[in-house]
């Protein structure tokens, strides 16, 4: 399995995960809502879990 199927692998597995969590648990999917709605309120949230896919793509990457 090469780097980008695994990135797409993960990727799959998270919207997966995300769409089980707003299912199971409906906080999850009012709050998904919620951000939604009020964007320009919550854009501190947007910014970091930008800050944390990038972290757990691109960190410890050695630079060719």
Do not use: D
């Not at 501190?44 to 630079?63: E, P, Y």
């Amino acid at each position: 399995m090469n780097t980008s199927a695994k990135r797409i692998a993960t990727l799959g597995a998270a919207l997966v995960f995300f769409v089980v969590a707003c299912l199971l648990f409906p906080r999850v999917l009012a709050f998904t809502e919620l951000a939604a709605r009020e964007l320009r309120y919550l854009w501190w949230l947007v910014l970091m879990v930008a800050l944390g896919v990038w972290l757990a793509f691109f960190s410890g990457r050695r630079r060719p």
